[in-house]
């Protein structure tokens, strides 16, 4: 990619770049793309640094678009806040406007936000909550959003974006929920996540998945605070969920409180509880492996997390456990296939994909940790290196599964960082691929050897994946 880089600069120094050099990248339209990196490399304020971004721009998933976007970032900065881009952004600006088409928006409605991409890696998103209005919600949201995509795009290692995006999210749900109880004057309840949120491996675009709880006053009816507080989880739903000029909150996914969509809005702890005691199926072991209280009150969290531990980690080892969890996953797999969606494809619940990583942790903890609580919690990564080290998966599977779950993220957080939407499929057209390949850091100069690459890897992660995971399936039946 250097010698690419090198050879394009040349052009651009002639005032004649070649779309030749731009077609061997991948750019699917040379020309047009040519003419916007000589516009760019011609802006005064970008000129000084063309041999800083023109490398980033060219190793982008659309570096014509992400040229365009520079120059009309430097235009917009300039007549907005009567000073240039400061020439050292520019890199991390090319990367991220090549990159994301959402942010790319963003950085043209906040000009002054590029100034947050200071640095040679850009400082996480401040751990400060915000004000509890919804504006400043949405506001908080994007601006760590862009931190965190550029920390990503720069190679900063997985596992600090899932932390960095899960906290994120913490902070802005805390607040949703003040303003919430402001807006219906309801003192709130206990707000607990679930699934990626409640492992702290929030996705770039991803449902929060939510249950709300409170304690039942002693001697008073339910049903009124129950009404109460369902009125205000509407109202903090809402709020999240609307969309306004500047974007969206969260979505916000409910539908795993005790008795699913058929249920009440928030439960007291005593409701779910028994809920949880007289119906509670496997499959809700599995999904509460993940609960983690989040904001509100910490009464109710607390006293409902030490009471549903006997439920989801039983003492005595259930042999069944694999089975039942492969069988989820088999009915999920042909639902989805019965659904017409292309499996080969998704990243998530396909074969060899996140949900074969998850299922088979979530089977190992079922099935072990009641005796073991090192190895209880909901952090993918976490518990994989617990579990080789508590030798309940061979240190070498739990390498495997962990390098290949990492890759599998990454390329998740890749798809989703385009337009801010919640995909996991894999592309099936060549442009897409390549795309995905730049968005993971793939730097070959020819763009069809990045995507070459790419291919590689995606049926080597899959395979690596599906085998552990029919492997422990086939060792529970024999």
Known sequence: MEALARELLETLERGHPDP??????????????????????QQPALAPARAEWVPALLATARPGFGAV?????????????????????TSTLATVLGSSNFLARLLLRQPALADDLAGELPPPPEPVTPAPEWSAIRASKYRGLLRIAARDL???????ALRELSDLADRCLAAALEAAARETAIEPPSLLALGKLGGRELNFSSDVDLIFLYDALP???????????????????????????????????????????RGTLANSVDAALTYYESFGMEWERQMLIRLRAVAGPPGAAASFERAILPFVYRRL???????????????????????????????????GGIRDVEF????????????????????????????????????AAAADLSEAYTWLR??????????ERQTQRFPRDAAGQLALARRLGYREAEGARARDRLL???????????????????????
Do not use: C
């Open 20 to 41: 030749g050099l731009l077609a061997r990248a991948g750019e699917p339209e040379p020309a047009r793309a040519a003419e916007a990196f000589l516009r760019a490399a």
């Open 69 to 89: 976007q520079l120059e009309t970032l430097a235009q917009r900065h300039l007549e907005l806040h009567g000073r240039p881009l400061d020439p050292a952004l």
């Open 154 to 160: 720069l190679g900063r290692p997985l596992a600090g």
């Open 219 to 261: 001697g008073a009816p339910d049903l009124a605070r129950n009404q109460e507080v369902s009125r205000l989880v509407q109202a903090f739903k809402r709020g999240l969920e609307s969309p306004a000029e500047d974007g969206f909150g969260y979505r916000v996914d409910l539908d795993l409180r005790p008795e699913g969509p």
């Open 317 to 351: 080892i259930d042999p069944g456990v694999a089975r039942a969890v492969r069988e989820m996953k088999a009915r999920i797999e042909a639902e989805r296939t019965r659904a017409g969606r292309d499996l080969e494809a998704d990243l998530k619940e396909g074969p």
């Open 360 to 395: 088979l942790v979530q089977a190992l903890q079922l099935f072990h940790g009641g005796r073991e609580p090192a190895i209880r919690g909901g952090n993918v990564l976490e518990v994989l290196e617990a579990l080789g080290r508590r030798r309940l998966l061979p240190e």
């Open 410 to 419: 990454r390329a998740e957080h890749a798809l989703q960082m385009a337009e």
């Open 456 to 478: 590689d890897d995606w049926t080597a992660v899959r395979a690596e994946v599906r085998a552990h995971f029919e492997a422990l399936v086939l060792r529970e039946e024999e």
